[in-house]
């Protein structure tokens, strides 16, 4: 069975930064794409950013520019570095795996929480 175990999250101030990290339990070149979503209390899960084998990002408009999504293939992991942190970053967020199939593997998530 394949894992994804997101780690990094925490209280952070306004304006701080926090790097998060999503290992898989076996190779990450079982998935295509990797990305970041995030749900805020009393709102739907949304993508942060994603990226494919080929180290190619993709990231949500308003994400774009605070947020960088990154992975280290010989560590099976994939990174969300996040910049100039607001209270509205509050949210879990979670780390999903697309396979080649189409089979969507979650994170149980981290929480982040940005308050002062």
């Known amino acids: 069975q394949v894992q994804l175990v997101e780690s990094g999250g925490g209280l952070v101030q306004p304006g701080g930064s926090l790097r998060l990290s999503c290992a898989t339990s076996?190779?990450?070149?079982?998935?295509?794409?990797m990305g970041w979503y995030r749900q805020a209390p009393g709102k739907q899960r949304e993508l942060v950013a994603s990226i494919g084998s080929g180290s190619i990002a993709n990231y949500a408009s308003s994400k774009k520019g605070r947020f960088a999504i990154s992975r280290d293939n010989a560590k099976n992991t994939v990174y969300l570095q996040m910049n100039s942190l607001q209270p509205e970053d509050t949210a879990v967020y979670y780390c999903k795996g697309r396979t080649r199939s189409g089979m969507d593997y979650w994170g149980e998530g981290t929480l982040v929480t940005v308050s002062s």
């Open positions: 076996g190779s990450i070149f079982l998935f295509n794409i």
